[in-house]
């Protein structure tokens, strides 16, 4: 028991250590570069080489990157990705509020500097990788999908991460799939954006805002009921399992001050 003890410890003062901040910021900043990158390059490419994508190719390939992200930087920062993510993991108590701002901004720039980069290669406006709710259906409308996909999405990353749920490599695998279903039927109406920075990205670079609260309220509200929806199925917070999914594992060690 003293071992296991011993290592639960070690993992928690890594969480705490000021030290491997800019280690986690700069994976939020890259992770969400690269699913910027998929996700709004997708119709971008559409656009610039018409009847090449298709919008099931372009709502699944967000999916299989964030697969690949979270498996290769989850255990940095924990792969959030997403400010509705940032924010259900600290309601849930699984992640230290103090950094909720720092990875917020950085999913914001990786966002658009994914855009930027987007717009400068393919050379079409970044509008057209952004998320708006469809023509026919309202700003109200959007709003309430990308509340129930936030829902599912959320409720998939917290169940994967909490005490007997955690699933490990598996969890990408959940995550991702649910990113890539959720794109194939219900983006027509809203984009299923289901993330403030994804949508943030291409509509700075592009320069339009048009109905972009649907883009925070939504996913911010559908965080919020999965975080309900947490606690009623599996109490509060996510243990120690959660706390290490939240907040990555770098373990990196510290060498003793008396030692040469």
Request: net charge negative.
């Amino acid at each position: 028991m003293s071992a296991v003890t011993s290592e639960l410890d070690r993992k928690l003062e890594d969480f705490d250590d000021p030290h491997q901040e800019w280690r986690r910021l700069s994976s939020e900043l890259m992770g969400t570069f690269f699913l910027v990158l998929v996700a709004a390059g997708g119709p971008m490419m559409g656009e610039a080489f018409p009847d090449q994508i298709s919008r099931a190719t372009a709502v699944t390939a967000p999916g299989l990157m964030v697969l690949a992200i979270i498996l290769f930087m989850g255990k940095v920062s924990g792969a959030h990705l997403n400010p509705a993510v940032t924010v259900a993991f600290t309601l849930r108590g699984d992640f230290p509020r103090r950094r909720v701002p720092g990875y917020i901004i950085v999913q914001l720039v990786g966002a658009s500097l994914a855009a930027l980069f987007l717009h400068a290669v393919i050379n079409v406006s970044s509008t057209y990788g952004s998320t708006y709710p469809a023509a026919s259906y309202s700003a109200g409308d959007a709003f309430l999908m990308e509340a129930v996909l936030t829902l599912g999405l959320v409720s998939v990353i917290l169940g994967t991460a909490s005490g007997a749920q955690s699933i490990g490599v598996f969890g990408a695998l959940g995550v991702g799939a649910y990113i890539a279903l959720a794109g194939l039927w219900g983006s027509p109406i809203s984009g299923a954006s289901m993330n403030p920075a994804r949508t943030f990205g291409p509509d700075i670079a592009g320069g339009d805002f048009t109905s972009y609260w649907v883009y925070v309220a939504g996913p911010l509200a559908g965080a919020v009921l999965a975080v309900g929806a947490a606690y009623v199925l599996r109490g509060s917070g996510g243990g120690a399992t959660g706390s290490g999914a939240a907040q990555g594992a770098i373990f990196t060690e510290v060498k003793d001050s008396n030692q040469a």
